[in-house]
């Protein structure tokens, strides 16, 4: 069984910077796409960035842009997001999700979190004065 371990988050100013970590355990990010998804109060459960295992291609969500850098580290076997620039709307718990497979050229990919199979707990992040 795939285990997720976010960590990372807390409290920033607007304009700050975060590094958010996701471990897996049990399992080699080589053969999965790890995805960051984030929930703000009252909103659905939207995909910020991924990332394959398999090439190391990559996508974002619009807002997030030129702000937001997913990367991995293999042979620590996780998967970070630094975030720039943060702005209030960045305000949610953030959570890593893995899906087992082979995934090329992720670029232009939208992931839906229905399509995910396994979920860390999450990680909170406030963008607050």
């Known amino acids: 069984e795939v285990q997720l371990v976010e960590s990372g988050g807390g409290l920033v100013q607007p304009g700050g910077s975060l590094r958010l970590s996701c471990a897996l355990l049990?399992?080699?990010?080589?053969?999965?796409?790890v995805c960051w998804f984030r929930q703000g109060p009252g909103n659905e459960r939207e995909r910020v960035s991924c990332?394959?295992?398999?090439?190391?291609?990559?996508n974002y969500v619009d807002s997030v842009k030129g702000r937001f850098t997913i990367s991995s580290d293999r042979a620590k076997n996780t998967v970070y997001l630094r975030m720039n620039n943060l702005k209030p709307a960045d305000t949610a718990v953030y959570y890593c999700?893995?899906?087992?497979?082979?995934?090329?050229?992720?670029?232009?990919?939208?992931?839906?979190?229905?399509?995910?199979?396994?979920w860390g707990k999450g990680a909170l992040v406030t963008v607050s004065t």
């Open positions: 999700a893995a899906k087992r497979g082979r995934f090329l050229g992720m670029s232009s990919i939208k992931v839906d979190h229905r399509f995910m199979d396994y």
């Open positions: 049990e399992a080699s990010f080589d053969g999965h796409l």
């Open positions: 990332i394959s295992g398999s090439d190391g291609s990559t």
